[in-house]
């Protein structure tokens, strides 16, 4: 994503301005995520966090509905994480092996996902979906992995086919789809590793593994896009999944880097009745700490138990990491953040339709109350292909006029809006104030 405001004012205040190319000298770009780049004028610089808001160098306060692109789901500067990580940092970092913190976290982690026998921590999601389809094949003996078109499953060259980014047009037809690389420097022959598949279509997931369920190790899926409007999956679609790999030996990942601890405490699971084999983690498990999780059935970890299948990683499990992630699954557990959140998220996806409906938009809110996209446009949205038909100048247009407002979600539509504990009804009534005058400036 490298969106660009086109309006007549630079989102960059004089310190910002500063700040930014004081960045631009020594990171490309000026950011360390190329997602984070809005182009020179506009890309912004955070002082700080406080709760539910952003304050950038010039002191502006933002009503922040990025939320670190989901981890942050207590609000930013939760006290009890922040004093679980504070009382950690003068004691525990890295150990070079098991240390009392990482226990304590993995049994609140267990305990609070219920399907899992075994876990272990990594630091990214990334890594976690990485590690995950290295298991899958050393289990399996087999090489095959599919993923389905829109969904992002991290960095690596394995998975870094027809996501988000990638145009609708080139992905050919959705009855032999084409695996589109997402990124120059990916090898050629890792294409034929993959295959790609329209979501929420159970009879082309069929008709795979009819044709090489023999070689398919495993089906990664994100229970629902992510980073395509937050599409939900049509019911029997997971259930369908879990069916195939069952008949065909293959394994099921729940790619969770997301949902997990944002949808429900127990991620998609608990959400929507379907057990994976393997599950990953991270994102709202540690509130914005750096922390991921690979979780598992007791036979998955039987590869990683009798070794031969390589797993490992220097700050996986450090005491920092580990501490954020079992004070804030802690204050998961007691049910009262997902409720602000069901109530804060359900409030702007009711008001925010209202809005368009009375400005003459088509369109509709899509996704889950904690994360959840607007689409602009007409008729049904279930999978990546349908996105086609949104109006994306148009909301790009309003979401940078609501930023310049003092209201930040992310202006490329297809990454959802997050709802985090600490937004408050107030914070809602600015939402739909600055939403309808952004949106009526945009239509003129």
Same mark, same amino acid.
């Given at each position: 994503?490298?969106?660009?405001? &086109?309006?007549?004012m630079?989102?960059?205040?004089e310190?910002?301005?500063?700040?930014?190319?004081r960045?631009s000298? +020594? =990171?490309?770009n000026?950011?360390?995520?190329?997602?984070?780049?809005?182009?020179?004028?506009?890309?912004?610089?955070?002082d700080?966090?406080?709760?539910?808001?952003l304050?950038?160098?010039?002191?502006?306060?933002?009503?922040?509905?990025?939320?670190?692109?989901?981890?942050?789901?207590?609000?930013h500067?939760?006290?009890?994480?922040?004093?679980a990580?504070t009382?950690?940092?003068?004691?525990?970092?890295?150990?070079a092996?098991t240390?009392?913190?990482?226990?304590?976290?993995?049994?609140?982690?267990?305990?609070?996902? %219920?399907?899992?026998?075994?876990m272990?921590?990594?630091?990214?999601?990334?890594?976690?979906?990485?590690?995950?389809?290295?298991?899958?094949?050393? =289990?399996?003996?087999?090489d095959?992995?599919?993923?389905?078109?829109?969904?992002?499953?991290?960095?690596h060259?394995?998975?870094?086919?027809?996501?988000?980014?990638?145009? +609708? @047009?080139?992905?050919?037809?959705?009855?032999r789809?084409?695996? =589109?690389?997402?990124?120059? $420097?990916?090898?050629?022959? #890792?294409?034929?590793l993959?295959?790609?598949?329209?979501?929420?279509?159970?009879?082309?997931a069929?008709?795979?593994f009819?044709? @090489?369920?023999?070689? #398919?190790?495993?089906?990664?899926?994100?229970?629902?896009?992510?980073?395509?409007f937050? #599409?939900?999956?049509?019911?029997?679609?997971?259930?369908?999944?879990?069916?195939?790999?069952?008949?065909?030996?293959?394994?099921?990942?729940?790619?969770?880097?997301?949902?997990?601890?944002r949808? !429900?405490?127990g991620?998609? *699971? %608990?959400?929507?009745?379907?057990?994976?084999?393997?599950?990953?983690?991270?994102? !709202?498990?540690?509130?914005?700490?750096?922390?991921?999780?690979?979780?598992?059935t007791?036979?998955?970890?039987d $590869?990683?138990r009798?070794?031969?299948? !390589?797993?490992?990683?220097?700050?996986?499990?450090?005491?920092i990491?580990?501490?954020? !992630?079992?004070?804030?699954?802690?204050?998961?557990?007691?049910?009262?953040?997902?409720?602000?959140?069901?109530?804060?998220?359900?409030?702007?996806? %009711?008001?925010?339709?209202?809005?368009?409906?009375?400005?003459?938009?088509?369109?509709?809110?899509?996704?889950?109350?904690?994360m959840?996209?607007?689409?602009?446009?007409?008729?049904?949205?279930?999978?990546?292909?349908?996105?086609?038909?949104?109006?994306?100048?148009?909301?790009?247009?309003?979401?940078?006029?609501? #930023?310049?407002?003092?209201?930040?979600? *992310?202006?490329d539509? =297809?990454e959802p809006?997050?709802?985090?504990?600490? &937004?408050?009804? @107030?914070?809602?009534?600015?939402?739909?104030q600055?939403?309808?005058?952004?949106?009526? %400036?945009?239509?003129?």
């Amino acid at each position: 994503m490298a969106v660009q405001y &086109h309006g007549q004012m630079s989102l960059q205040g004089e310190q910002t301005r500063e700040w930014y190319e004081r960045a631009s000298k +020594v =990171l490309v770009n000026g950011v360390s995520s190329q997602f984070r780049y809005w182009g020179p004028d506009d890309t912004l610089v955070i002082d700080h966090g406080e709760g539910g808001h952003l304050i950038d160098m010039d002191g502006k306060h933002y009503i922040d509905y990025q939320c670190g692109f989901g981890p942050v789901i207590l609000g930013h500067g939760d006290p009890d994480v922040w004093q679980a990580v504070t009382e950690t940092a003068g004691q525990a970092t890295s150990f070079a092996m098991t240390q009392r913190r990482e226990v304590e976290a993995a049994e609140k982690v267990m305990a609070a996902l %219920e399907w899992p026998d075994a876990m272990r921590f990594t630091n990214t999601g990334t890594e976690a979906t990485m590690h995950a389809i290295r298991l899958a094949r050393g =289990l399996t003996g087999r090489d095959v992995v599919i993923k389905f078109e829109g969904q992002y499953h991290g960095m690596h060259d394995y998975v870094l086919f027809s996501t988000a980014g990638v145009p +609708v @047009e080139g992905l050919g037809s959705r009855f032999r789809p084409i695996a =589109l690389q997402s990124s120059s $420097g990916i090898p050629e022959p #890792i294409r034929s590793l993959v295959r790609t598949l329209p979501f929420n279509d159970l009879e082309l997931a069929e008709r795979a593994f009819r044709d @090489e369920g023999q070689r #398919i190790a495993a089906v990664i899926v994100e229970p629902m896009l992510g980073n395509a409007f937050g #599409i939900m999956p049509l019911p029997g679609f997971l259930e369908g999944l879990r069916r195939l790999c069952d008949e065909n030996w293959s394994l099921l990942v729940f790619d969770e880097v997301k949902t997990g601890f944002r949808v !429900a405490v127990g991620g998609a *699971c %608990e959400c929507f009745g379907v057990r994976p084999d393997i599950g990953t983690y991270a994102k !709202a498990m540690g509130n914005g700490y750096p922390v991921a999780a690979i979780a598992m059935t007791d036979a998955v970890a039987d $590869g990683w138990r009798s070794s031969g299948i !390589a797993q490992a990683g220097t700050y996986s499990g450090n005491g920092i990491a580990s501490a954020a !992630a079992a004070a804030t699954v802690d204050k998961l557990s007691t049910g009262e953040p997902h409720a602000r959140i069901e109530k804060v998220g359900r409030s702007l996806m %009711e008001g925010l339709e209202k809005v368009m409906a009375e400005r003459g938009v088509e369109g509709r809110a899509t996704g889950h109350p904690s994360m959840f996209s607007l689409f602009f446009g007409e008729g049904g949205l279930d999978e990546f292909r349908d996105t086609s038909k949104h109006d994306e100048h148009l909301y790009e247009s309003v979401l940078f006029k609501m #930023i310049a407002r003092g209201v930040m979600p *992310c202006p490329d539509a =297809l990454e959802p809006w997050f709802v985090c504990a600490a &937004h408050t009804d @107030e914070d809602v009534a600015k939402t739909l104030q600055v939403f309808d005058e952004s949106l009526a %400036e945009a239509l003129g």
